[in-house]
């Protein structure tokens, strides 16, 4: 077995307790609790191989963070197995430490009051990073993240985008071979969204880390991974190439045509009209991939088209439908 | 290893001191019983002569002695800690290969000392003035052999602090466990009166527990008032709750760990 990643029925059942609002019920509260079973994860299974970067999807609360905790050992599972270079995550062994890393975007592991590079010295320390190789590293994620201008501020005093670049610079000083990002773009404008995924393809084939990533945004795993895994309420919904799952989920392509007179055609002969989708004065019609040709053609012939285009749809809708299906 | 607790230094120093008001204002308010009780006893004693054997000087260097006794081994791991296992904040601890607890909660704890003997000298050294007391019975024998006392007092009551913070695993409402033992150890440790003057019971059951060993004990050392016999006696003490404590506090952290949820995010 050498996968980098082995998940073997894995789930997380959390024991929550509730009660409704108002006086009674928190005095009644108080006496006799009323617990429920969340079931975070549920039998979850998949393999990563080393080198693959993996977009890890799914709605809120789906159990995606779960899952990232206790494979990077923050949480103990209430049953199933997970091996990660080879390690069970959750006995904490110093060599698994050592070679991983979990980066949560909503939430800072760098202290505040410091500045970042301080806390790069004080990991440097924990982690047993020899001098040179962490004047070399730190140099390479200056490079790629442009650290140098904020580093030497109080975490506090940066700006988001900033701080997720101080943040992802902590996770990997240490040089991990396996990195676990949680949201790692949330909150960011584009620019900084672009360099940060940059930053990921750029780490991934210097090192030849594994990654496994969440993202809500789809720009993050378009550009960043050949394979997704879905889950919804805790359950494995799929686990695939990105093409593969528009393939099967979407199998029809975008038909758009900008026309010649601003004339409100009605398109809903040659296939399914989109009106979210209006843009540019192009009005777009959902068609089965397999009679793209016969469509453009038939429209080419009846209509005074000035531009055509044919598209995949979008991801995001793709994966909506995997959550719904 | 040396290296993290020499950079975890740094770095608590450099945190710490953006708190130093803060900090000031916690090291003050931590001085007012003590004081407030060596004013109380001496007057007391002065008028009387003496109460139970105890003269006016003994208060005197009793209480001075414990302002700096219980800086050294004082504990705030709960007020460290207990917020980051709730919160789930000591999720970004525990991924990295360094125990949270005996690493930069501790130095987190040293460190404060340390600021916190900023504020105590100079308070000291007024009292010292105002109070005049003879410390003619201390010794340099008397003051070396308090230094293991004084190390063990602080290892056993940090051992003994984690542990009750480790509690934050199972209960939201650690403080509350916390406050009732803190009242153990104000009846216990000698933090009030010394010991001598407590009911022959409580100086019993004191015996059987850790907590005169944090301040009772050393201070009695360094003014060199127990017999060898009972010296001994104490270091056995110390060595045995400092294997008990290290141990139960291994066994509830690790239980814990298995409970963490690292809540939120």
Known sequence: ?325 | MIKIYQRLWQVNWAEQWQYRANLLMYSLYGLVSPVVYLAVWTTIANSQGSVSGLTANDFITYYLTLLIVDQLTSDITIHILANKIQDGTLAGDLLRPAHPVLTSTLVYNIAFKALSFIVLIPVWIILVLLFQPNFGMVTPGSLLLSIPTLLFGFAINFLFGATLTSLAFWTTRVYSVSEFFGALVVLFSGQFVPLQLMPPAIQTVAQYLPFQLFKFVPIEIILNKLSPETIARDFVAYLVWFVILFLIFRWTWREGIKRFSAVGA
């Open chain 1, 1 to 325: 077995m050498n996968d980098t990643i082995h998940v073997d029925q894995l789930s997380k059942t959390y024991q929550v307790a509730e009660r409704e609002g108002g006086f009674k019920a928190a005095v009644g509260g108080f006496f006799r609790r009323k617990y429920r079973d969340v079931h975070a994860v549920q039998q979850v299974s998949f393999n990563i191989q080393p080198g693959e970067v993996v977009g890890f999807l799914g709605p809120n609360g789906a159990g995606k963070t779960t899952t990232l905790k206790m494979l990077s050992g923050l949480v103990y599972p209430t049953s199933g197995k997970a091996q990660v270079m080879g390690f069970n995550p959750w006995e904490r062994r110093t060599d698994f430490l050592q070679n991983m890393t979990l980066v949560m975007g909503q939430r800072s592991r760098l202290s505040w009051d410091i500045p970042a590079s301080d806390s790069y010295l004080l990991n440097q320390a924990i982690y047993r990073i020899p001098d040179a190789d962490f004047k070399q590293t730190l140099k390479e994620l200056d490079d790629l993240l442009d650290l140098s201008p904020i580093m030497r501020k109080p975490v506090r005093n940066l700006s988001l985008g900033e701080r997720m670049k101080v943040e992802l610079a902590a996770g990997l000083l240490h040089r991990p071979k396996v990195l676990f990002l949680d949201e790692p773009t949330i909150g960011l404008d584009i620019t900084a969204q672009v360099r940060i995924r940059t930053f990921i393809q750029e780490y991934n084939r210097r090192t030849g880390a594994t990654v496994l990533l969440t993202s809500h945004y789809m720009a993050d795993v378009t550009a960043l991974c050949e394979r997704i895994i879905i889950i919804h309420l805790g359950r494995l919904k799929y686990d695939g190439s990105l093409n593969e799952l528009s393939r099967r989920i979407a199998p029809f392509k975008l038909v758009g045509v900008a026309l010649g007179s601003p004339c409100p055609c009605d398109l809903s002969s040659y296939g399914t009209p989109v009106p979210s989708k209006e843009d540019g004065g192009k009005q777009y019609v959902q068609v089965a991939a397999s009679e793209v040709a016969a469509i453009t053609a038939r429209m080419l012939s009846d209509l005074p088209i000035h531009d055509l285009t044919i598209e995949d749809p979008p991801i995001e809708s793709v994966i909506e439908r995997a959550f719904l299906e």
